[in-house]
């Protein structure tokens, strides 16, 4: 149930964090509730996953992405992802989640979640990989086709090396879920 007030509260605030623009980043702050925990009293894997989908759908909310794939029939959807924790988030304590859109090339938008302590060390990284889906043309869209449908001009920066090993180490882990077991 909790899950759903987060997220309620993440869309009824949307306007005081101002319109997403490509190349901002995404800011939202949390504490460590009981029902987030683990055996280890610190934050549960399960719950970094969570909370980075609210980062994204706040930059879905914030840029437009929301009103225009309602209007064309597309969803944002995930890919993939990959985590790195360097740090606990124990219980009580607050944190934010720094959520941007790195890069993109042609259906393919990479995103990147950081959950920043209070004294600013990052606690966890969460990469990502998604697409938007046209369900009427069946396909999915070229990133910067929504990039423009939303209304900005800004170019990707070409990938760095770590994300495109993401980009190939998940292509090779889509293949291999895709062929017969």
């Given at each position: ?109 990479l995103g990147q979640h950081r959950f920043v302590l209070e004294d600013g060390r990052t606690a966890a990284i969460i990469m990502t990989t998604g697409g938007i889906y046209d369900f009427r043309a069946r ?43």
């Open positions: 149930m909790y899950v759903w007030i987060r997220l309620l509260r993440v869309a009824a605030t949307r306007g005081r964090r101002g319109p997403y623009r490509m190349g901002d980043e995404g800011r939202l702050s949390f504490r460590c509730l009981p029902t987030d925990i683990d055996t280890n009293v610190h934050l549960n894997n399960a719950r970094y996953m969570m909370l980075a989908d609210m980062g994204r759908i706040d930059i879905f909310l914030r840029s437009g992405l929301v009103r225009a794939a309602r209007e064309r029939g597309w969803a944002p959807l995930l890919g993939g992802l990959q985590v790195a924790y360097v740090r606990e988030i124990g219980l009580w304590k607050r944190f934010d989640v720094v959520s941007t859109i790195e890069t993109w090339e042609g259906t393919q938008v396909r999915f869209v070229p990133i910067d086709e929504v990039v423009r449908t939303i209304g900005h001009e800004t170019p990707p920066r070409p990938p760095n090396a770590e994300e495109r090993s993401f980009m190939a180490s998940h292509e090779g882990l889509r293949s291999r879920a895709k062929s017969p077991a």
